[in-house]
C-alpha cells in the first residue's frame, strides 16, 4: 500500500473514531429516550473506525503513532465546530507536539 494511500485511511479511520466518540458523547447528554439511537450509530460508527484502521497490512505502532496526529486534528475540529469549545495555548503547545511526533514518524522512511 502506497504511503498515500494509509495517509489516507487513516485520515478516514481518525475522523470515523472521533466521529463515533461525538455520537457516543451526544448520546450521554441527551433526554433518555433518544440515548440507544445515538449509541447504537455511535457503536456502529466505532465498529466502521475499528475494521479501518486494522484491515491494511502495515507497521501497527508506526502508523498508529501517525494516526494520532489525524485523530488530534479531527477531534479538535469537531470539538470547535460541533461543541461550540474554545481553543485554548495549551492545547494548541501540546497539539503542535502531537504534529511534530507524527512528522518525524512520517519522514523517518
Known sequence: ?????????????????????FLVRKGLHTVSWQRAGWFAVGAAVLFIYGWTVNRPPW??????????VFFFIAAQIISVVLLHEHVRPPLVAGGLLIVGGGLVIFLSK
Open 1 to 21: 500500500m502506497s504511503k498515500f494511500a494509509s495517509l489516507l485511511l487513516l485520515f478516514l479511520a481518525a475522523w470515523l473514531e472521533a466521529g463515533g466518540d
Open 59 to 68: 507497521n501497527f505502532g508506526e502508523l498508529l503513532g501517525l494516526y494520532v
